[in-house]
């Protein structure tokens, strides 16, 4: 299975400021994936970011909310901008290995006062 | 424990009886679907997948039901386990690898 990592873990916010969210995964992938998971709510696709080419934004998501990056094959960074409370979620950083099994890293919650 | 599926449809099941988890999806289109599990404070984890060319697929303990006709899949968990409490999503793929999912069920499993 792959693994995923993700930075940190865990933060809580003041509103107005931004928090950049790591990820890694332990093999080259060429699409990483990041969701939102509101409290009590299912995941919801922000975009995909490709190694080279800026992210594809979901309906609802814009880039300069959430600016991503993908330095590498192996490396994302999703960036919340000017947080409000509504963007208290855990956020999810996911590839696939090869193209059968999508895997998860274990979240990073956000909360924001 | 962290707030998954505190909002989420809830089956509470006796330890060692089967469990039915059901789903249904919203693209004609999908033609992979998978079941996750999601326990508190964990990223989703992947249980059983399932493509449109089938209509059961069965692993250890578990089996998936897919019905194209009115896009409904089902997730069947046998001898339910107290380490089977957890939310189970549905999630469905159009043949890219972008995943859509569906509304989670958390499943309590009691002693």
């Known amino acids: 299975s792959a693994v995923i990592s993700q930075k940190p873990s865990r933060d809580i916010c003041q509103r107005g400021t931004s928090l950049t969210i790591q990820c890694q995964v332990d093999?080259?992938?060429?699409?990483m994936f990041w969701y939102r998971q509101q409290p009590g709510q299912s995941l919801t696709l922000i975009a995909t970011?490709?190694?080279?080419?800026?992210?594809?934004?979901e309906s609802g998501f814009v880039i300069d909310k959430f600016p991503i990056s993908r330095p590498n094959l192996t490396f994302s960074t999703l960036t919340v901008s000017n947080m409000s409370p509504e963007d208290s979620s855990i956020y999810l950083c996911s590839s696939w290995r090869g193209t059968d099994t999508q895997y998860f890293g274990p979240g990073t919650r956000l909360t924001v006062l | 424990g962290e707030s998954v599926g505190l909002h989420l449809p809830t089956l509470s099941v006796q330890e060692g009886d089967n469990s039915i988890i059901n789903c249904a999806y919203s693209?004609?289109?999908?033609?992979?679907f998978i079941w996750y599990k999601q326990e508190s404070g964990k990223g989703p984890q992947f249980i059983i997948d399932i493509r449109s060319n089938m209509d059961k697929r069965q692993g250890q303990r578990v089996t998936v039901l897919l019905n194209k006709t009115v896009k409904h899949l089902s997730l069947q968990i046998a001898a339910t386990q107290p380490g089977d409490s957890a939310v189970y999503f549905c999630?469905?793929?159009?043949?890219?690898?972008?995943?859509?999912f569906g509304a989670g069920t958390r499943l309590f499993v009691k002693a």
């Open positions: 093999s080259q992938v060429t699409m």
């Open positions: 693209n004609s289109a999908s033609d992979y």
């Open positions: 999630a469905e793929n159009t043949g890219g690898f972008k995943t859509i």
């Open positions: 970011a490709n190694q080279g080419s800026e992210a594809t934004y």
